[in-house]
């Protein structure tokens, strides 16, 4: 099953589909979704991984540590599907990062990694656009070069955990214009998915509701307004968006 949440009418709408067929609200009726606009999954709070794979710390110069590296990612960065995307002015280089995205369904504390897949509710993906000229290396989370205003594309849809046979084997692909700038798998990531939801919920506990977004696998590209981004992952879905300058996103 896949859930996701839309905007019909000024009114905020849970769906559903199951089977590739039908779109559901919660009193289940039909609903078309057209003229949607489609918003991110709620959450708990989103936690983050900056440079979970070796492609990606060749590429950022930095030698990657034994344990993960982690960063907050706040509400007002993110955006849903067929979005405007701000491009922010007077940076030089900002970049679009496809990452699997982990839902945690139960409260999790210290977590044994072989049960750690047993507390995952879904998975969706995020267009995590970045400043690059922010990034100065993993002492310094990256809270600024991620959390511009609208810079996070999360979702559309929550996959349910069982439709995932094994998370650390999907295919990621970011396209910009229709031309592939970026193509990998989660296999790539250096800290699978249970390793993760171990190592932070030995010192925190993750409450249901909460998002772990894995990091991107690498291929950083600058983008500019006017390009059109897309990122999938195999088996959770896609997203695409369109950039605009500052002025235009806050009109």
């Not at 507390?119 to 511009?148: C, E, H, I, M, W």
């Amino acid at each position: 099953m896949k859930r996701a949440r839309v905007l019909i009418d000024n009114s905020v709408v849970n769906i559903t589909s199951e089977n590739g067929k039908l779109w559901l609200t919660d009193d289940g009726r039909v609903t078309d979704v057209t003229s949607a606009q489609w918003l991110p999954p709620k959450c708990a709070q989103i936690i983050g991984l900056a440079v979970n794979s070796a492609r990606h710390g060749d590429e950022c110069q930095v030698t990657i540590p034994e344990n993960p590296i982690l960063y907050f990612k706040l509400p007002n960065s993110l955006t849903g599907h067929n979005t405007p995307v701000q491009r922010p002015d007077q940076v030089n280089f900002y970049t679009p990062q496809a990452e699997l995205v982990i839902e945690i369904g139960k409260a999790a504390h210290r977590v044994r990694k072989e049960d750690a897949l047993k507390y995952v509710s879904g998975y969706t993906l995020l267009n995590n656009f970045t400043v690059q000229d922010f990034v100065k290396g993993y002492y310094r989370p990256p809270v600024k070069a991620k959390n511009f205003d609208g810079s996070g594309v999360l979702g559309p849809w929550m996959v349910s955990a069982d439709e995932i046979d094994n998370p650390d084997a999907l295919s990621v692909t970011t396209t910009v214009n229709g031309k592939v700038v970026s193509s990998g798998s989660t296999a790539d990531y250096i800290h699978s998915v249970a390793d993760v939801i171990a190592y932070i919920s030995d010192f925190m506990t993750l409450a249901s509701g909460s998002l772990i977004t894995m990091g991107t696998i690498g291929g950083l590209v600058n983008v500019e307004a006017g390009d059109e981004v897309s990122v999938e992952i195999s088996g959770i879905g896609s997203v695409t968006n369109s950039l605009v300058d500052t002025e235009a996103f806050y009109g």
